[in-house]
């Protein structure tokens, strides 16, 4: 496994993969690595290459968040890397993705508007612009995305066909602890009663699942039944439960199509966020 830290590595080992006619796989992370990321990187070993990109974003984080408390173990992530079968970890500097005076954008009308995107003003015009670099520099065939981050892959998937950027997109399902917590590397954050009162965030999408398995169709009743389910963990505070349609985010209260049904919790300090998706595919 090859480890670089400047574009220009990047580029050469590419150009030579790709003269070897190698297919490319290109896993986006903020590092710390677990189980969920290493399911990506598994996925992605259906190309020939794969490359796993390792940069904790500082655009993509609002003024007041966690940029520089997010974890960091760069040792711990390339074992990870290693065991799930990466090729090349790409981990720059802040400064060699963005000049002293970098000013171009990658901005997203719609799919961004709801959720994360307004809890987080700004987030996802950094998560757009890295990623498209991300693109530009590995040119990967395909990129690797969890379903943990639904509005993101949503947002990714939108901007790919919205610029007609030449990858393909694919989504991997959530990996969670035994417990059913989503794994995050936030969770690390958590102090261990917090992480006992975190189950709840699945334990009520679970209770909003039944429901419409069991044919509710006024999804406005799923997001009231998640919302009393987390009220009753006094250590949650919620940031947002809500329905929307799966690929546009527009919020709906009809449970027609795929319906991405997704929560932001607070538990303490540390805010997390799960779904799931129930519909059609
Ligand atoms: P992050 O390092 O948090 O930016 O995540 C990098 C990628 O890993 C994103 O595409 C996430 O959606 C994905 N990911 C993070 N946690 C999980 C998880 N528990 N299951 C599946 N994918 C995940």
Redesign the pocket.
Known sequence: MKFVKTISEVREIIAGWKKDGFSIGLV????YLHE??Q??IRAARENDKVVVSIFVNPIQFCPGEDFEAYPRDIERDMKKCEEAGADLIFAPDACEMYADDFSTFVDMTGPTEELCGKSRPGHFRGVCTVVSKLFNIVSPDKAY?????AQ?LAVIRRMVRDLNINVQIVG?P??READGL????RNTYLSAEERQAALVINRSLAEGRKMLENGEKDLKKVSQKIISVIKQEPMAKIDYVKTVDADTIIPTDKAEGNILVAAAVYIGKTRLIDNFIFGEA
């Open positions: 986006p992370t903020m590092g969920g990321h399911s990506l995305f969890g379903q943990k981050d993101q991997c959530i990996i989503a794994k995050s590397s």
